[in-house]
């Protein structure tokens, strides 16, 4: 089992740049595939982002791309999400999230075993 805590939330105007970490403990980070989530009020949980056991291969959703970057630093075991150029739309609740599938990149919220309690991101226009 893994325990994931993400932090680095916060109110930002558009424009500007936040970079969310999520530190895992438990069994061995660097063994499950990693992922970020979101979810704005009244609507689903949508995929932002994704990166493989090694970090070797990520994947980022077509409204991020070029803006959001996925990286994980398995020494430290710890997945970040660095976010620039926020929009109003991005506004949300960020999740982290841990899969026992891998090696490479999931995309699907349901093969995720494993849930931070999210973490705020509001951006101002």
């Known amino acids: 089992q893994v325990h994931l805590v993400e932090s680095g939330g916060g109110l930002v105007q558009a424009g500007g740049s936040l970079r969310l970490s999520c530190v895992g403990s438990?069994?061995?980070?660097?063994?499950?595939?990693m992922g970020w989530f979101r979810q704005a009020p009244g609507k689903d949980r949508d995929f932002v982002a994704a990166?493989?056991?090694?970090?070797?291969?990520?994947l980022h959703t077509n409204s991020v791309k070029g803006r959001f970057t996925i990286s994980r630093d398995n020494a430290k075991n710890t997945l970040y999400l660095q976010m620039n150029t926020l929009k109003p739309e991005d506004t949300a609740v960020y999740y982290c999230?841990?899969?026992?599938?891998?090696?490479?990149?999931?995309?699907?919220?349901?093969?995720?075993?494993?849930w931070g309690q999210g973490t705020q991101v509001t951006v101002s226009s």
């Open positions: 990166i493989s056991w090694t970090g070797g291969v990520t």
């Open positions: 999230a841990a899969s026992m599938e891998g090696p490479g990149v999931v995309l699907t919220a349901a093969r995720y075993d494993y």
């Open positions: 438990g069994r061995t980070f660097g063994n499950y595939a």
